[in-house]
């Protein structure tokens, strides 16, 4: 009778469901809210190459004290070049500003200064690099705090 109880507590029904649910379990929470954990290897030079090897990066998302903000923002793009200039165009319209860098690791700074953005305007925390290989796909994202998030994302980028 031991045997029969051991057969049918484990169906392949509840073999593949135990599995899911560890599986699940055990998932790394890279992408999560614990930050600093996302660029433990990052450089400025990174951050630098990849803002200024693509055109037309647009805000994908932007979050200040919760608010979401991005809408505000579409049909904006923003030209990142070496020289830490960044020009912002939408409609017949164009911003030009400066952004700098500083910092190692998960200690990244960026700020920008940009007239008139004042939802940009400040010093973020570089939190992640994201370069999906299976598509042109390239983010950025950068935080302060737990309330404020900015996403630079490009969809063209080789």
Known sequence: MKSHIMKTLFTPKTLLSALLVFSLLSCSNDDDDDHNDDCNTCTTEQLETILTACSDWYIEDLERNNIDLESNYVGYF?????????????????????????????????????????????????????????????????????????????????
């Open 78 to 158: 923003f030209n990142f070049s070496a020289d830490n200039t960044v020009i912002v165009t939408w409609d017949e319209n164009t911003a030009n500003g400066t952004w700098t860098t500083s910092g190692t690791g998960n200690n990244i700074n960026v700020t920008f200064n940009i007239p008139d953005f004042d939802d940009i305007n400040t010093t973020w925390i570089l939190d992640e690099l994201d370069n999906d290989d299976n598509d042109n796909d390239v983010e950025v994202s950068f935080e302060i705090g737990t309330t404020d998030d900015l996403e630079f994302k490009n969809n063209t980028c080789n």
